[in-house]
């Protein structure tokens, strides 16, 4: 895991975008759709760049707790 990896995915995702705003075929409602594909694209790379940071570098580490306490046996 590294941060170089947010940034190949932004890079393939540009031009999976470029790709996608060139491929729309001509019609009334070219514009809706080109920009549903862009933003779809964008929104997806946000959620998962946000996860992935969130994983990379944690706020909070997690503890060792000891959640059941120590039983002896007779």
């Known amino acids: 895991m590294s941060g170089y990896n947010l ?3 932004f890079i393939g995702l540009a031009v999976l975008s470029a ?3 060139v491929v729309v ?3 009334t409602n070219q514009t809706v759709i080109r920009t549903m594909i862009v933003m779809t694209i964008a929104c997806c790379y946000m959620t998962w ?3 992935y940071l ?3 570098h944690p706020l909070i580490f997690p503890r060792k707790t000891n959640l059941r306490p120590h039983v002896e046996h007779e």
């Open 19 to 21: 790709l996608g705003y």
């Open 54 to 56: 969130a994983q990379l």
């Open 25 to 27: 075929p001509k019609g």
């Open 49 to 51: 760049a946000i996860t």
């Open 7 to 9: 940034i190949w995915a």
